[in-house]
């Protein structure tokens, strides 16, 4: 098929298209000379696959690219896996459901507003497609405020670029996570039991990994301190 046809199947503008293509999200067109391109349905499929991990997933393009380009990607995408999983565990997770505006935060904060701007510009703090903020992104938002007040500000390596080492690396662990628990699970247990070990997962491995941080900080003050009194 055609650009044109690509367009109206997948609902992709073709600037986008050539952009996923550039990036390796897309595989290479079919050439019969340079100046004429042959797609196939599995473009298609690929336009929808990233359209819905961006769409109800919220995930950036660099971890839709790693999940299509992973051999275990099949079970995250195949629509059978799970399918009512993130509606289902976000019943149990979010509460209340309250969402704010962004004035309402910074008023209720009582932040500047470019600190808020520097969380979102680095997807520590993600909003709805509505621009509102929900219980969770602003509970990360008064940490990040917490730590403001102790001294830990954009001076301190807390502005966009550097809160985005702690997004990269939680994209890459839930990736990583993600992709193992559907291969060990999808087919083999049903939803409901695959939201039960989920919810049950995600406080047990949160806690495990706050006491491992805990414990390598201590750990590497101590060489620190060692290796000090010896040069000394």
Do not use: C
């Not at 391109?37 to 971890?63: G, M």
């Not at 565990?89 to 701007?117: F, H, I, K, M, N």
């Not at 510009?121 to 509505?130: H, K, M, Q, W």
């Not at 994209?171 to 049903?190: N, P």
């Amino acid at each position: 098929m055609r650009m044109r046809e690509l367009e109206r199947r997948s609902g992709v503008g073709r600037e986008t298209i050539r952009y996923y293509i550039r990036e390796g999200l897309l595989p290479e067109p079919e050439r019969a000379t340079r100046n004429s391109a042959s797609y196939s349905d599995a473009h298609v499929e690929r336009l929808h696959a990233i359209k819905r991990l961006q769409e109800e997933r919220f995930l950036p393009l660099s971890v839709i690219k790693a999940l299509l380009d992973a051999g275990e990607a099949d079970r995250w995408l195949h629509a059978d896996a799970f399918p009512r999983l993130d509606s289902l565990l976000r019943a149990r997770l979010d509460g209340s459901g309250e969402r704010v505006t962004r004035a309402e935060l910074l008023e209720r904060l009582a932040v500047p507003a470019d600190q808020l701007d520097d969380a979102i510009e680095s997807g520590a703090v993600r909003l709805d497609p509505d621009g509102r903020i929900d219980a969770r992104n602003a509970a990360i938002m008064a940490r990040l405020a917490e730590l403001s007040e102790m001294g830990f500000d954009r001076d301190n390596g807390f502005e966009a670029e550097g809160l985005r080492m702690y997004v990269d690396f939680v994209d890459w662990l839930v990736t990583t996570e993600l992709r193992h628990f559907f291969d060990r699970t999808a087919g083999r247990v049903g939803e409901l039991e695959a939201v039960d070990m989920a919810e049950r997962a995600l406080a047990a491995v949160n806690d495990m990994l706050g006491l491992m941080r805990t414990r390598e900080v201590l750990r590497r003050l101590e060489a620190r301190r060692r290796i000090a009194n010896d040069n000394s």
